[in-house]
């Protein structure tokens, strides 16, 4: 069975700092990893994916991911974060002939 | 650009009360998922169709869930009866192909709120 675990249910930046959001995940075989953001009363969008290439993923809007198997990881960054960079976002896991497991999501807040 | 369309987009229904919802997914877009997204948790997947035909259902309460896809195209979820726990955002995504390393489109979702 595969499952994912954001570590942190709630992230709070400066504006113009880094952002870390963390992703582990356990899964019994290669898996597809993804980043999908959520704004409010907005869809949800694909930030970027991980589907066994680079190990290191360049996403949408200055973010990027790394996929450290050995750590079981996907951690979600960016250099510096901007106020429109609030929202909810997933990390995802799935597997061919697999379920597609959402985790329960972080919370970016921006300070100004 | 092509979007993924639900309605309605907001639903308040009363218990035991019968509930419908609606999505359109991208053209030409061969597989459908609709989720349940609770407040404060991640989407759930109920189903997932490929054309017409449902590849996984096993989280759907089939008791008073039911989900079709009848063209291929367009599909509907239903609720019948409500229950106050079914209070959620019901979320529809299409893919152009199924399988784990295809991104999903979703749409803005349909929130019900059953009194």
């Known amino acids: 069975a595969q499952s994912v675990t954001q570590l942190d249910s709630h992230v709070s930046v400066s504006e113009g700092t880094p952002v870390l959001l963390r992703c582990n995940y356990s899964s019994s075989y290669s898996p597809s990893l993804f980043w999908y953001v959520q704004h409010p009363n907005k869809g949800l969008q694909l930030l970027l994916k991980?589907?066994?290439?680079?190990?290191l993923v360049k996403g949408i809007n200055g973010f990027e991911a790394e996929f450290k198997k050995s750590e079981t990881s996907f951690h979600l960054t960016k250099p510096s974060a901007h106020m429109s960079d609030a929202a909810e976002y997933f990390c995802v896991v799935s597997r061919r002939d697999d379920k597609i497991i959402f985790g329960k999501g972080t919370r970016l807040h921006i300070l100004p | 650009e092509a979007e993924v369309a639900q309605s309605p987009r907001y639903k308040i229904t009363e218990k035991s009360q019968a509930v419908a919802f609606w999505c359109d997914p991208i053209s030409g877009h061969a597989t459908l998922y609709w989720y349940r997204q609770i407040l404060g948790q991640g989407p759930e997947l109920l189903v997932q169709?490929?054309?017409?035909?449902?590849?996984?259902d096993s989280q759907l309460p089939k008791d008073r869930f039911s989900a079709e896809r009848l063209k291929g195209v367009d599909s509907t979820l239903k609720i019948q009866p409500a229950e106050l726990g079914d209070s959620a955002m019901y979320l529809c995504a299409s893919s152009s192909l199924g399988g784990a390393t295809y991104e999903q489109y979703f749409g803005p979702g349909t929130r019900l709120t059953v009194t």
């Open positions: 169709f490929q054309d017409e035909s449902v590849v996984d």
């Open positions: 991980y589907t066994s290439a680079a190990t």
